[in-house]
């Protein structure tokens, strides 16, 4: 039993020089002190403060108790060292509850999943759901990063299902925006609905792939291109404004599924014989229409044909008489039709329809009454059976009533053996046309593009707002430098959206999935980009700037992330990818779900994911500062760097009070150490710029405390009155990067920072991708593994069982108890009472059967037989068995012999 203790000694820096020990439960907090800071003196351990962490609390312990608190095994201590001044309880919780958030999962993970009973390495991974959000490292420090994942709540309802791709009605529902390239199984634009023509059924439908323009190709039904059926009509609208309407499908129509059999029988007594001289029993089915049909259609099916057939050979054409009436629902009387006769001559099943046209539009009940004899009371044979399969109530109205201009696919097929049921799984490879930088134009053209910066375009210009923003409202340069990052690093957004959101939504979405953020700065819509910055927009230190606060995260990282996506690169089925966390080494056991919506390269996965991981190691830091006032020059996503006695010990800052060649006097007080090399950092500004040039330059070190230094070198000199940043020459300022601007009480700003960390991206852009394949699991040694001896299913011989006076046909089938899959079964024969066999002969499990030559009739013949694994092992051999050739077979007698025998 043991406890876990983080220990971070240096006070601004907790992410700098960190202990992690593992000691034995039982012993006290003093002693794990002593064992984390040996040495520590009196004023450290007054600046030392103890959090217990475990679950969803968190608890301060007082060092007045340390000698007597024995933490219980499985309890997480942190060790902080506060900076001197710091007695606010306050601020020691805000910089311990990330622990409480976070680094509790990784260590209490197992604990979690034994409390459910899972033990194996399966285990942790299925019990995500508990540790997922808020208690692991994505969970809590990615909210840290410049860029934060999209928020849950938005659940895809992928077009793929399990059984294949699916097609849904969903009414109600967002019209879908596809964005990038995605295979989609688009939903019906409208209900599909049948039709007979001559005999046969075809099938309508409409597809809605959603917001145009689109470049729509690759049509399948399932897996199968539809190029490879027949006899079908296919018409797509690609989402233009000047598109046409769709002309396979014109008329609103609402369609019922009946399914009742259409009868007139001949009464019956108990015993189910026909009572003779009785009429058939009338039997007429009804159903009502939808509300304002202008005309309706009955669809009735004939599954067994319609045909009469005599007893005495020969067949005869038969027909089926309906008697038709409809009636106004709501009405009493009855409007009569004419009779309607089908006749044929078919032993195969066929279809018929009957249109109806009403007066007026409205509600009907339309009742089919069956006058012919269902079941005919003499001899002969009939195919008579009728079923009433469908009503559909037809409105003459077109029926896609939507302004936006939407891509759409209407198909009709005929429902042969080649479509067996409902046209469903229809798809189709969608891009979205939107528009798209080319560098070598230097203009904006319309386009297939999976670019995230094209994506943003048509999100904020697109018909998917009810007012798109105007072009005056978009920064357009700061749009095309996105789009050629996003070009330059292999930056994509694949993705249909089809369910509810907001555009801040869709927009935080498609930025990250170019490492960006999407934003109004009060005048446009512009791009803060995610990647290395050079320009220093601002200095953050205490001449202007207040209340510097961080807050460190730790965690305990998983083993790996498991990224869900839809891979592109197999035709878009479900995938899952699994990267490693930089690092690790052995088994993968602990493992925490990353989503990447949009990203559909198992490439781009990989990257992508390690860029987060890399964001968590190296921006587990966030810092906060207040400034006076509400114009900032900074802005969010800008480089700036902080000067804090607190960050460390050297670093000062101070107001430039006079310049006398290359000495500046300042109003503070510097310390500098004998052999170290120190520098000062200031801004130059141009009569125009509002932003200025940082400036580094070095200074001579004079040992001691001083309040003036002198500059080395050349360069720009300071001015009376410029603020300056002053500490070693490797690091007089800390890079950080403005990830948010908040106002504060009295007419203050917030600023909300994380460290700039270049070496994210360097990283990121190092890293090479393993080749992927999209297997799951090992693949086990199927040599070990012998099949199941075969079996015998049957023997035949002779003239009466092969037509062969010597014919020999062995029928054999899997063992029953295979576990791998056979694919030869060998046979070996000889006569009976040899020693050496005959060549073995050959037949796969699907053939079954082997013909078996070389012998006559009434030889006795032995067979023996084993199976061949698809590895090629072969199993043990059956029993031997042994057949006379022709024992079935009739043997006539001997001629009579004449001089033996008198015949009368």
């Given at each position: 039993m043991s406890v876990h203790v983080t220990a971070a000694p240096i006070a601004f820096q907790p992410d700098r020089a960190r202990i992690e020990l593992t000691l034995p439960a039982g012993i006290t907090i003093a002693e794990m002190v002593a064992m984390a800071l040996p040495g520590a003196s009196e004023p450290v351990l007054e600046r030392t403060r103890v959090a217990l962490v475990k679950g969803g609390g968190m608890q301060i312990v007082p060092r007045a108790v340390w000698h007597r608190a024995r933490p219980h095994a499985g309890v997480h201590v942190v060790i902080r060292v506060i900076p001197a001044g710091s007695g606010s309880l306050n601020s020691i919780l805000m910089i311990l509850v990330s622990v409480a958030a976070i680094a509790v999962a990784g260590f209490f993970a197992p604990a979690i999943a034994g409390s459910l009973g899972i033990t194996s390495q399966f285990g942790i991974g299925a019990v995500k759901g508990v540790l997922q959000l808020g208690l692991t490292a994505l969970g809590g420090l990615l909210v840290n990063a410049l860029l934060p994942p999209p928020g849950p709540g938005k659940e895809e309802k992928p077009a793929y299902a399990i059984t294949g791709w699916q097609n849904q009605f969903t009414p109600d529902a967002p019209v879908p925006v596809p964005f990038g390239t995605h295979r989609y199984a688009p939903p019906f634009a409208a209900v599909s609905y049948i039709e007979v023509v001559g005999d046969v059924l075809y099938t309508r439908a409409v597809f809605l792939h959603g917001l145009g323009p689109l470049e729509i190709s690759q049509e399948k039904l399932g897996d199968t291109l539809l190029t490879k059926f027949k006899d079908y009509e296919i018409e797509t609208r690609y989402g233009y404004p000047d598109d046409q309407p769709i002309s396979l499908y014109t008329n609103q129509v609402i369609e019922e599924r009946i399914g009742t059999d259409m009868v007139r029988e001949f009464p019956r007594d108990a015993t189910g014989e026909i009572l003779d001289n009785q009429p058939t029993e009338p039997k007429p089915i009804s159903r009502f229409t939808a509300r304002d049909s202008a005309w309706a259609i009955a669809i009735f099916s004939f599954p067994a044909g319609l045909i009469k057939v005599k007893n005495k050979g020969g067949t005869q054409a038969?027909?089926?008489?309906?008697?038709?009436?409809?009636?106004?629902?709501?009405?009493?009387?009855?409007?009569?039709?004419?009779?309607?006769?089908?006749?044929?001559?078919?032993?195969?099943?066929?279809?018929?329809?009957?249109?109806?046209?009403?007066?007026?539009?409205?509600a009907y009940e339309i009742e089919y009454e069956r006058t012919s004899p269902s079941d005919p009371e003499n001899g002969d044979q009939y195919a008579l059976t009728c079923v009433w399969?469908?009503?559909?109530?037809?409105?003459?109205?077109?029926?896609?009533?939507?302004?936006?201009?939407?891509?759409?696919?209407?198909?009709?097929?005929?429902?042969?053996?080649?479509?067996?049921?409902?046209?469903?799984?229809?798809?189709?490879?969608?891009?979205?046309?939107?528009?798209?930088?080319?560098?070598?134009?230097?203009?904006?053209?319309?386009?297939a593009t999976k670019n995230p910066a094209s994506a943003a375009l048509f999100a904020l210009r697109g018909p998917g707002l009810y007012r798109a923003r105007p072009d005056d409202d978009i920064d357009f340069p700061a749009f095309q430098d996105w789009h050629e990052f996003c070009t330059a690093k292999g930056l994509a957004y694949n993705r249909i959206h089809d369910f509810e959101s907001t555009l801040g939504e869709a927009l935080a979405a498609i930025g990250a999935a170019g490492r960006a953020a999407v934003r109004w700065n009060g005048r446009k819509w512009t791009v803060v980009i995610d990647r290395p910055r050079d320009l220093v927009v601002d200095h953050i230190n205490p001449r202007n700037s207040s209340d510097f606060r961080w807050s460190p995260s730790y965690f305990e990282p998983p083993h790996a992330l498991r990224v869900p996506f839809i891979d592109e690169t197999n035709d878009y089925q479900q995938a899952e990818r699994l990267v490693p966390w930089p690092g690790h080494i052995g088994p993968i056991d602990i493992t925490e779900e990353l989503k990447l919506p949009g990203k559909t390269n198992p490439d781009e996965i990989w990257r992508e994911a390690r860029r987060r991981q890399y964001e968590i190691m190296n921006r587990a830091v966030g810092y906060s500062a207040v400034q006076q006032g509400t114009a900032r020059t900074a802005t969010t996503g800008d480089l700036?760097?902080?000067?804090?006695?607190?960050?460390?010990?050297?670093?000062?800052?101070?107001?430039?009070?006079?310049?006398?060649?290359?000495?500046?006097?300042?109003?503070?007080?510097?310390?500098?150490?004998?052999?170290?090399?120190?520098?000062?950092?200031?801004?130059?500004?141009?009569?125009?710029?509002?932003?200025?040039?940082?400036?580094?330059?070095?200074?001579?070190?004079?040992?001691?405390?001083?309040?003036?230094?002198?500059?080395?070198?050349?360069?720009?000199?300071?001015?009376?009155g410029d603020l300056i940043h002053f500490g070693p020459a490797v690091l007089d300022s800390i890079p950080l990067i403005i990830s948010g601007i908040t106002r504060g009480k009295n007419n203050s700003t917030v600023l909300a920072m994380l460290p700039a960390a270049p070496i994210i991206d360097e990283l990121t852009d190092a890293e090479e991708p393993p080749a992927w394949s999209?297997?799951?699991?090992?693949?086990?040694?199927?040599?070990?593994?012998?099949?199941?001896?075969?079996?015998?299913?049957?023997?035949?011989?002779?003239?009466?069982?092969?037509?062969?006076?010597?014919?020999?046909?062995?029928?054999?089938?899997?063992?029953?108890s295979g576990a791998i899959v056979v694919v030869a079964f060998k046979l070996q024969h000889r006569l009976a009472g040899t020693l050496v066999w005959q060549p073995p002969l050959t037949c796969t499990p699907a053939e079954g059967s082997i013909?078996?030559?070389?012998?006559?009739?009434?030889?006795?013949?032995?067979?023996?037989?084993w199976a061949v694994s698809v590895a090629g092992v072969e199993s043990d051999l059956t029993d031997i068995v042994t057949i006379t050739i022709g024992s079935d077979d009739f043997v006539p007698p001997a001629p009579a012999n004449s001089t033996l025998l008198l015949v009368l």
């Open positions: 038969w027909s089926v008489t309906f008697k038709r009436r409809y009636r106004l629902a709501g009405v009493e009387a009855w409007t009569d039709l004419p009779d309607i006769t089908i006749r044929a001559k078919k032993q195969v099943g066929f279809f018929r329809q009957d249109r109806i046209d009403f007066p007026v539009r409205g399969v469908v009503l559909q109530s037809w409105r003459p109205e077109y029926p896609f009533n939507f302004r936006k201009p939407v891509a759409l696919t209407a198909l009709r097929i005929k429902a042969t053996h080649q479509l067996n049921g409902t046209l469903d799984t229809f798809n189709t490879l969608d891009k979205r046309i939107a528009p798209d930088w080319d560098a070598g134009s230097q203009a904006w053209i319309a386009r700036v760097v902080a000067s804090r006695d607190v960050l460390k010990r050297a670093m000062h800052s101070a107001r430039v009070k006079a310049v006398r060649g290359d000495h500046v006097e300042t109003d503070g007080i510097f310390i500098m150490e004998a052999g170290e090399n120190y520098a000062i950092r200031f801004r130059q500004f141009d009569a125009d710029d509002t932003v200025g040039v940082s400036v580094v330059r070095t200074i001579a070190t004079v040992p001691g405390e001083s309040a003036a230094v002198r500059l080395t070198g050349s360069g720009e000199k300071p001015k009376g999209g297997r799951v699991g090992a693949e086990i040694d199927l040599s070990l593994i012998k099949p199941a001896v075969p079996v015998f299913t049957g023997i035949d011989s002779g003239t009466v069982e092969t037509g062969d006076a010597n014919g020999l046909v062995v029928m054999l089938a899997d063992g029953q013909d078996v030559t070389g012998y006559s009739f009434d030889d006795e013949v032995e067979l023996q037989a």
